[in-house]
């Protein structure tokens, strides 16, 4: 049975998502900021590589391709939601930033987005909340290479998989399950499911089936996939890419059932955590940013 429309989610969101980058949220009173961490890593690297031009694919509510336009970078971008894209051209005009390089896009047809190579090709090509809702993830990286000049840089968020290991909820049993015992025989695996229905909180966390006042579908009932940061690497250096990085961001210093009991602790200890960078990412991050540079 197909998901509901991926664009219908996001026209309801469009009204509300700049919100989700607001440096006030980083007040222990408002929703944890993880895309104001993330456009921090954006900035940082796009800065250190001396980019020059952006295309985003996915522009949501247009915040961070608004933030390298104010960095005076040659930018573009797409989305496949019509209300994002009305939105993104709104925040480009209340910075008084040129917004004609914007259109609605689909990163699975090559089509959709030729127009917008007509100018050169891109130093960076950025795509934040999009590879989860994508359906051939090779096609859309490949589509995103059309975009990039040779020796361009790549930056693609994901869903961590891997997160999945520390969560001890539905999650968890989902990955060991449908990945770490993929190929074990039924009879094992049932007893598996058994034992960690038992052990683990599976009915958390609750699904997310509809937004907007109920009038579109939420998060979970679009398609919302996770990514193995180790499949994704391989996945994107096959497609002609190297130097492979992942940032990440959106730190989680316990399991997210503690969140409302530990309350501001667990905020505190979240903040801290964010761009330490090591090796606890894997783990302990819900979400990454792939960086690499096309050969």
Known sequence: MDKPNVADHYNAEAANYFQQYQRNNLRPDAEYPA??????????????????????????EGTPLATMAGMGFRVAGCDIA?????????????RSLSHFDISWGDVEDSNTLARQRAGGSFDAVMALGVLPHVKKDRMAIMNMSMMLRDGGHLFVEFRNKLFSLFTMNRYTKEFVLDDLLRDVDPAVKISVSAELDRRLATDLPPLRLQTGNGAAPGYDAILSKFHNPFELSELVESCGFKDIKIHWYHYHP??????????????????????????????????????ATRK
């Open 35 to 60: 895309n104001y961490f993330r456009l921090q890593i954006l900035v940082q690297r796009m800065a250190m590589l001396g980019v020059k031009s952006v295309y985003e694919v996915g522009v949501g």
């Open 82 to 94: 019509d209300e994002m894209v009305k939105a993104t051209q709104e925040t480009f005009k209340a």
């Open 254 to 291: 316990a399991p997210p059932m503690l969140e409302r009991d530990l309350g501001l602790a667990f905020r505190k200890a979240a903040m801290a955590l964010e761009h330490e960078q090591s090796w606890r990412g894997y783990f302990l991050c819900s979400a990454g940013v792939l960086e």
